[in-house]
């Protein structure tokens, strides 16, 4: 009886999340125009997924992970790494850069702008503080702990040594960052405050409002007549030190003109879009986003049939 030859996907997707559905939708779309094989894998086909894996009947040649914070996905991950595959972002990277205190020692080290901070070590680490000059945060200032994402955890109005103690027990494991608050200028009657969504290579910056996290596209002209230019600079800069492949970072723009890197690297990145969701991504930045995702799928196939011949 001949056997049966192994099904090679280009591109493997698990996900979970309902509201990543609109984001699935236009990989597929993406993938259908590449002429490229997409393998979703979700909790209905999981089991059956990483059967096939693992008794060679399927394969995969690239993974783009959105359920990386789902332990029963795990048996992809290490598939993929222990065979060698190529990974949009991989987790190990992942985990390393979001990390803020971590992130925070590597962007000085480059000379980028970050808000003046203090590194704390955990609570289980050091229960009692040494003395602390919190002078330089000024009157009210910014504690928010190093892993983590969606505000969880960040107390926006601290002033006291008291507030740093209170806040290290909701999290007594993590460092926290003491971080002086960013006052944005006002540009084109808005706040010079903006979310810059990096994708192999290519920076799409968007104005973002900080308290109602409201997007709007940033306009090539907008970025020349503003003179915006800085901000691909800094997040080319990020994605130097960080390594992966797409990820979103927040900065803000001084009085005194500066450009001030406030969220460092957020990979965890929410694909709600704009037209179902007040607070979502502009639908064309999802669009060039998942059509740069797929790009880089096609430019990893090319590259591995390159190297069978």
């Not at 597929?28 to 693992?54: F, H, K, M, P, R």
């Not at 608050?181 to 706040?191: F, P, V």
């Not at 694909?271 to 096609?298: F, W, Y």
Request: proline share 5%; hydrophobic share 40%; net charge negative.
């Amino acid at each position: 009886m001949a056997a049966i030859p192994m099904r090679i996907y280009d591109l493997c997707l698990p996900w979970y999340w309902q509201y990543d559905h609109d984001f699935v939708c236009c990989i597929e779309d993406a993938c259908a125009s590449c002429g490229l094989s997409l393998w979703q894998v979700t909790l209905s086909n999981l089991l059956e997924a990483i059967t096939s894996l693992y008794s060679g009947q399927a394969t995969f040649r690239t993974l783009l992970d959105r359920a990386n914070d789902d332990l029963r996905f795990e048996p992809i991950r290490r598939f993929s790494k222990e065979n060698h595959l190529h990974r949009i972002n991989p987790i190990e990277l992942s985990h390393w850069s979001e990390d803020k205190a971590t992130m925070h020692l590597e962007l000085i080290q480059a000379g980028l702008q970050t808000p003046y901070t203090i590194l704390i070590a955990p609570f289980v680490d050091q229960p009692i503080l040494p003395p602390l000059d919190l002078t330089p945060l000024g009157n009210k200032f910014v504690l928010k702990p190093a892993v983590g994402g969606g505000g969880e955890g960040v107390r926006m109005n601290a002033s006291t040594l008291d507030d740093v103690q209170c806040a290290r027990l909701e999290f007594p494991d993590q460092k926290y960052l003491a971080q002086a608050h960013i006052e944005a200028r006002i540009i084109s009657g808005r706040q010079a405050w903006f979310r810059v969504f990096y994708v192999g290579g290519d920076c799409i910056p968007c104005w973002w409002h900080p308290l109602t996290h409201v997007y709007k596209v940033l306009t090539s002209d907008e970025e020349t007549q503003l003179g915006l230019a800085p901000l691909r600079e800094a997040t080319k800069g990020i994605a130097r030190i960080c390594k992966l492949d797409w990820f979103s970072t927040e900065i803000a723009q001084t009085e005194d003109g500066r450009f001030v890197i406030v969220d460092y690297v957020n990979d965890s990145i929410d694909t709600r879009i704009q037209s179902k969701a007040l607070d979502g991504m502009p639908d064309e930045v999802l669009k060039q986003i998942t059509n740069k995702l797929v790009e880089l799928t096609a430019i990893n196939k090319q590259q591995a049939e390159c190297r069978r011949q």
